[in-house]
């Protein structure tokens, strides 16, 4: 039966290498792989919204946004006379007021009679869409258990793929994350910390991925294509803009059961045909074309090698002594930090200190990403050209790609907790900040296969370990600084201002310590040299043909 598949993706496969080489199917597989790794991490920042019961709030043009009082109406008139955006603003919150009454006397009327707290005693149930009465410490934990989990999950991420290759480690672990998110509106009804270990788990799935997918770029990919390869890892930004409007709109439209169950089933689907699809590397590829296999492995001749390194090939001790993979670990952890703080925070800022509704959080938290994945196209297609050109140095290039990619975003990051209530400057900062942080994949993103390719998926698993702390540092940090004190926008203030210094300070410590060449280290270490004259003695004593025949 299996051999029988295996013969038909060649002929299947052999129609399409004329138009469609089939690193670009890689590329597209990777980036779904990304793109539903994220749909189940942000489950829980988004539906910890509706799951969580607490008393009515006022969800009109935002809690923060209304204006009651027509002298303070006059005076924001008189400000933003010379203020081009206020006019769209303006329109935006007058066309949002006209179905004021008729939406809060819904959601008011919903909030009565199905929003009321669940009974500890209920019974389980499918789509009651009974919210729980959990404190916000509780809250806290739920957000940064995926975090707990994330932090440990790239180091195994990176073992799996050394070990048994990225493909299968992603395999099995998209299909325990969907299995666990489907299950997860039954685990919340047990017990609030069930469901936070269960996260746990998740997070160590989510884990995996981007260390396996690093170890494909380096396989699949010629170097003069590996930024455009990298640019298919930002499939979890994809995922990002789609998953927040998309479960957030479930969620309020039906229950927020639904927003658990519909991405899992087609979380589930998509490991179908990532399993048919998916290879290592060109060489195990049953449907490449000999001439796209030899010219993969012809450009990465010298660089990457073909066979998978054993554990006691991999230079530990190298890799955590030296001056430049710190370096860029500590950037790595910047980046992160300012990922983590928009995927866990920003729909709480949005629905709790502006007072959104949960539809319009999800929006407009999900819109700055697609900055990030368009900016991004644009920085991968120009680091390839300028590397492809030798205009500068390799290094020379990921340290001014960290001006774009962590400098910009901290500015911006601070700007938006001083617009309050303007709508479409709140919008623009958050479009910035996330799109120029799209450069990240032409600087700490691409780091770890200048300096080592052999080691990529392994370098990336440490850096995104380490980096990965800060996701169960932020959500606990959120509650302790705003969330106790009701999200009022001066302590959120406090938060971005803490979000831009860590950013901007992993910056720093890259631009001095930071390289852009290939480590000594990156060689295969040699096995045991009593192991291997065994093995060299074993085939000297067996006896030739000419021997034999005597």
């Given at each position: 039966?299996?051999?029988?598949c295996?013969?038909?993706?060649?002929l299947?496969?052999s129609?399409?290498?004329?138009?469609?080489?089939m690193r670009i199917?890689?590329c597209?597989m990777m980036f779904?792989?990304?793109?539903?790794?994220?749909?189940?991490?942000?489950?829980?920042?988004?539906?910890?919204?509706?799951m969580?019961y607490?008393?009515?709030?006022n969800y009109t043009?935002?809690g923060a946004c209304?204006?009651d009082?027509e002298?303070?109406?006059r005076?924001?008139?008189?400000?933003?006379?010379?203020d081009p955006?206020?006019?769209?603003?303006?329109?935006v919150?007058?066309?949002?007021?006209?179905d004021?009454?008729?939406?809060?006397h819904s959601l008011?009327?919903?909030q009565?009679?199905?929003s009321m707290?669940?009974?500890?005693?209920?019974?389980?149930?499918?789509f009651?869409?009974?919210?729980?009465?959990?404190?916000?410490?509780?809250?806290?934990?739920?957000?940064?258990?995926?975090?707990?989990?994330?932090a440990?999950g790239?180091?195994?991420g990176?073992?799996?793929?050394l070990?048994?290759?990225?493909?299968?480690a992603?395999?099995w672990?998209?299909?325990l994350?969907?299995?666990?998110?489907?299950v997860?509106?039954?685990?919340a009804q047990?017990?609030?910390?069930f469901l936070m270990?269960?996260?746990?788990?998740?997070?160590v799935?989510?884990?995996v991925i981007f260390?396996?997918?690093h170890?494909?770029v380096a396989k699949?990919a010629?170097p003069?294509e590996?930024?455009?390869?990298?640019?298919?890892?930002?499939?979890?930004?994809?995922g990002?803009?789609l998953?927040?409007?998309?479960i957030?709109g479930?969620?309020?439209?039906t229950?927020?059961?639904?927003?658990w169950?519909?991405?899992?089933?087609?979380?589930l689907?998509?490991?179908?045909?990532w399993?048919?699809?998916a290879y290592?590397?060109?060489?195990?590829?049953?449907?490449?074309?000999?001439?796209?296999k030899?010219y993969i492995?012809?450009a990465q001749?010298?660089?990457?090698?073909t066979e998978k390194?054993?554990?006691?090939?991999?230079?530990?001790?190298?890799?955590?002594?030296?001056i430049?993979?710190?370096s860029l670990v500590?950037c790595?952890?910047?980046n992160l930090?300012l990922?983590?703080f928009?995927?866990?925070?920003?729909m709480?800022?949005l629905?709790?200190?502006l007072?959104?509704?949960l539809?319009?959080?999800?929006?407009?938290?999900?819109?700055?990403w697609?900055?990030?994945?368009l900016?991004?196209f644009?920085?991968s297609?120009a680091?390839?050209?300028i590397?492809?050109?030798?205009?500068?140095?390799?290094?020379?290039?990921?340290?001014?790609a960290?001006?774009?990619?962590?400098?910009i975003?901290?500015?911006?990051?601070?700007l938006?907790?001083y617009?309050?209530?303007?709508?479409?400057?709140?919008?623009?900062f958050?479009f910035?900040?996330?799109g120029?942080n799209g450069?990240?994949?032409?600087?700490?993103?691409?780091?770890n296969?200048?300096?080592?390719p052999?080691?990529a998926?392994f370098?990336?698993g440490?850096?995104?370990?380490?980096g990965?702390t800060?996701g169960?540092?932020?959500?606990?940090?959120?509650?302790?600084i705003?969330?106790k004190?009701g999200?009022?926008i001066e302590?959120?203030?406090?938060?971005?201002?803490i979000?831009?210094g860590?950013?901007i300070g992993?910056?720093?410590?890259?631009?001095?310590?930071?390289?852009?060449?290939?480590q000594?280290?990156n060689?295969y270490r040699?096995?045991?040299?009593?192991q291997?004259?065994i093995?060299?003695r074993?085939i000297?004593?067996e006896?030739?043909?000419?021997?034999?025949r005597?």
């Amino acid at each position: 039966m299996y051999q029988e598949c295996d013969e038909r993706i060649p002929l299947i496969t052999s129609r399409k290498k004329r138009w469609i080489p089939m690193r670009i199917w890689m590329c597209l597989m990777m980036f779904t792989a990304c793109w539903t790794s994220y749909a189940c991490r942000l489950q829980m920042p988004i539906l910890v919204v509706p799951m969580i019961y607490e008393p009515l709030i006022n969800y009109t043009n935002g809690g923060a946004c209304v204006y009651d009082d027509e002298s303070a109406r006059r005076k924001r008139d008189v400000v933003n006379l010379f203020d081009p955006g206020s006019y769209l603003e303006e329109y935006v919150l007058d066309r949002m007021q006209e179905d004021r009454d008729q939406r809060l006397h819904s959601l008011q009327r919903r909030q009565v009679t199905a929003s009321m707290p669940r009974s500890p005693d209920a019974r389980f149930a499918f789509f009651s869409g009974e919210p729980f009465d959990w404190t916000p410490t509780v809250r806290g934990q739920l957000l940064a258990a995926y975090g707990y989990g994330n932090a440990p999950g790239n180091f195994i991420g990176g073992w799996l793929s050394l070990r048994y290759g990225p493909r299968h480690a992603i395999l099995w672990t998209s299909i325990l994350a969907a299995v666990i998110s489907l299950v997860s509106p039954f685990i919340a009804q047990c017990h609030w910390g069930f469901l936070m270990f269960s996260r746990v788990i998740v997070g160590v799935t989510g884990g995996v991925i981007f260390p396996a997918c690093h170890t494909m770029v380096a396989k699949w990919a010629p170097p003069h294509e590996r930024a455009r390869f990298i640019w298919s890892l930002l499939g979890g930004t994809f995922g990002t803009i789609l998953t927040y409007p998309m479960i957030a709109g479930i969620a309020e439209s039906t229950n927020w059961e639904s927003g658990w169950y519909i991405p899992s089933l087609l979380m589930l689907l998509w490991t179908l045909v990532w399993a048919v699809i998916a290879y290592d590397s060109p060489a195990e590829h049953p449907g490449i074309s000999d001439e796209e296999k030899n010219y993969i492995i012809t450009a990465q001749a010298g660089i990457v090698r073909t066979e998978k390194p054993r554990w006691k090939q991999t230079p530990i001790r190298q890799i955590f002594r030296s001056i430049p993979f710190i370096s860029l670990v500590i950037c790595h952890y910047g980046n992160l930090f300012l990922l983590f703080f928009y995927q866990n925070s920003l729909m709480l800022y949005l629905t709790k200190a502006l007072g959104f509704r949960l539809t319009q959080g999800g929006a407009a938290a999900g819109a700055p990403w697609a900055a990030r994945m368009l900016f991004g196209f644009f920085f991968s297609w120009a680091g390839d050209t300028i590397k492809r050109k030798q205009i500068i140095s390799v290094g020379l290039l990921r340290k001014l790609a960290t001006i774009f990619s962590h400098f910009i975003p901290g500015i911006f990051l601070i700007l938006v907790g001083y617009v309050g209530c303007n709508f479409v400057l709140a919008n623009v900062f958050l479009f910035f900040a996330l799109g120029f942080n799209g450069a990240a994949l032409i600087s700490n993103l691409s780091n770890n296969q200048d300096l080592a390719p052999n080691f990529a998926g392994f370098l990336y698993g440490i850096m995104n370990t380490v980096g990965s702390t800060s996701g169960f540092v932020i959500p606990p940090l959120v509650e302790e600084i705003a969330g106790k004190y009701g999200n009022p926008i001066e302590r959120w203030q406090i938060l971005f201002w803490i979000g831009a210094g860590v950013c901007i300070g992993s910056m720093v410590v890259f631009l001095f310590g930071g390289k852009g060449n290939i480590q000594s280290w990156n060689e295969y270490r040699p096995l045991d040299r009593p192991q291997a004259d065994i093995e060299a003695r074993q085939i000297n004593s067996e006896p030739s043909d000419d021997v034999a025949r005597t």
